[in-house]
Structure formats: C-alpha cells, structure tokens
C-alpha cells in the first residue's frame, strides 16, 4: 500500500505565503511524476503544477510565476512553495503520484488526503 500525506495548508491574508508538502510512503520502488491539484467548491479538480523524477516542471497559467513546485527524491516528498496568494487560489489541494510498487510493476496513481487553504483577510 502507498500512503500521500500532505500538511502545510492553512489560513492566510491575500499576498501571504505558504508551502505544501507531500510525502509517500509505503511500498514503493520508484516515484515517476509528481504534482499538485486543488478542487475549488462548485468547480472541476484542477493541475495546478507537475514534476517529472528529473525535475521538469509544468504550471498551470493561473500560477505561474507565483507557485514553485519541487521534490526531494530522497524523501518521496514533494512540495509547492506558494506566493503573492489570491482569494481564487482558495481550494482543497491534493498531492498526486505516479507509483511503481516493485522493480515488475507498471506506475499506479494514488492522491492524498487533501489539504484546505483559504487566502482570506
């Protein structure tokens, strides 16, 4: 089994910041990507930024230049520095990965638990 624990959401005053971590664990081999979502009430659960295990990143438009993704392979941990906030970017965000259990297995993808965080003054 594969575990996501994220931690590091909260309350916080429009262009504040906060930082997202995210670490797997369990039985795993090997972590391919890695990224972040958030699902705002009433909307569609969204990217919100990726990273492959070689640290190639993507961000969705809305964050760029605000939000910095990174991992720490060592760790299976990834995490999402997030600044200069804005009441939008409230939502529940979740960490995802892709696994491979075992040196044989393909990559199964597993989502945390989720993590609130309200930019609000």
């Known amino acids: 089994q594969v575990q996501l624990v994220e931690s590091g959401g909260g309350l916080v005053q429009p262009g504040g910041s906060l930082r997202l971590s995210c670490r797997a664990s369990?039985?795993?081999?090997?972590?391919?990507?890695m990224g972040w979502y958030r699902q705002a009430p009433g909307k569609q659960r969204e990217l919100v930024a990726g990273i492959t295990t070689g640290g190639r990143t993507n961000y969705a438009d809305s964050v760029k230049g605000r939000f910095t993704i990174s991992r720490d392979n060592a760790k299976n941990t990834v995490y999402l520095q997030m600044n200069s906030l804005k009441p939008e970017d409230t939502a529940v965000y979740y960490c995802?990965?892709?696994?491979?259990?075992?040196?044989?297995?393909?990559?199964?993808?597993?989502w945390g638990q989720g993590t609130q965080v309200t930019v609000s003054s």
């Open positions: 369990g039985s795993i081999f090997s972590i391919n990507a």
């Open positions: 995802n990965a892709d696994v491979k259990r075992t040196y044989l297995s393909g990559s199964y993808n597993y």
